[in-house]
């Protein structure tokens, strides 16, 4: 795309909130930048605003990560572009509603854009990365995809398989110089809550991190080198100590027998 001998990250949903803060503390960091959305409109002036503020050269790439050609056109450039060395999965939507109430496609759209757009792009950019051995994936997930309530059982569980994925990608590339970073954004003030049926201004004000500080504690944990990271979590014990659980809990069901406190009664 450019004859820049920059690096150049994707970021997935920059037209707007976290997409948008990722784009600009990455052309900061001197990236040149593709940017991801449906509307182009926003993602043009969002481009000509980093451009002006970072000097780095930056495209925008108008798609639906819903549908195959959308997708398409995003693989295209994350398997033919060798300057590509980071893709920020960060596109995703909400919709927050009991699954008894809920559209069928509602819930069907959350897992195309949060669970497979997600994994067709990591699936685009693994191959090219691998052969470099160089790479960052930053996928964003949600501390909903670790804790479920009773409106977010789709959201949840897409969620959770972001979290899982990335989990499994950081194992499997472990020995080599591509890295995954996954993080765990507790509530932060986007437009993701405008369609998501539960307005923000339903939330207690105290738990609503900004934008800015919710991509800026991540980008922190990055440099610190963190896998997995929390942004609003205050206590790494708290964080070491879940790990920690989780892990005893997954060694502890590796006895081949059925618990004694199941015994049929
Ligand atoms: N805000 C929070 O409280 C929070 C908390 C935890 C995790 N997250 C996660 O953070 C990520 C970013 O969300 P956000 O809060 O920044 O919300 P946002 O402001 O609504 O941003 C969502 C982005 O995704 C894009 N997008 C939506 N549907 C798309 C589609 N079909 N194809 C391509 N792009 C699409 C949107 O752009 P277009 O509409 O222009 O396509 C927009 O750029 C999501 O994965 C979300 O689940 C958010």
């Known amino acids: 795309m ?9 970021v997935t949903g920059a037209s707007s909130g976290i997409g948008a803060v990722y784009a600009d503390r ?3 960091r001197g990236y040149d930048l593709v940017l991801v959305a449906r509307r182009a409109e926003r993602l043009q002036a969002l481009a000509a605003a980093i451009t002006s503020a970072h000097g780095v050269r930056v495209e925008t790439l108008a798609a639906d990560l819903e549908t195959d050609a959308g997708l398409a056109s995003v693989e295209q450039v994350l398997a033919n572009n060798p300057a590509v060395s980071l893709l920020v999965n960060n596109a995703g939507l909400a ?4 699954v008894g109430g809920a559209a069928v496609a509602d819930s069907l759209s959350q897992i195309a854009l949060n669970i497979t757009a997600l994994t067709r792009l990591t699936h685009a950019a693994l191959p090219g990365m691998k052969a470099r051995n160089d790479g960052l994936i930053i ?6 995809g670790l804790h479920t309530l009773p409106f977010s059982a789709v959201y949840s569980g897409t969620k959770a398989f972001v979290l899982a994925f990335s989990r499994g990608l950081q194992q499997e590339l472990a020995d080599t110089g591509v890295k995954v970073q996954v993080v765990l ?23 609503v991190m900004t934008t800015d500080a919710m991509v800026d504690a ?3 944990g990055l440099d610190q080198g963190e896998q997995l990271t929390w942004p609003s979590v205050a206590d790494a014990e708290t964080i ?8 005893a809990l997954f060694s502890a069901t590796q006895t081949g027998q059925a ?5 049929p009664l």
């Open 139 to 144: 996928n964003i997930a949600s501390v909903l």
């Open 259 to 263: 618990a004694a406190r199941l015994s």
């Open 2 to 10: 450019s004859t820049s001998s920059r690096k150049i990250a994707v």
């Open 95 to 98: 919709r927050l509603s009991p």
């Open 240 to 247: 070491a100590r879940y790990e920690a659980a989780r892990l």
């Open 185 to 207: 954004p507790a509530a932060t003030a986007t437009e993701v809550w405008d369609q998501s049926g539960v307005p923000l201004s339903a939330l207690d004000p105290a738990t």
């Open 26 to 28: 990455l052309a900061k």
């Open 218 to 220: 991540a980008l922190a």
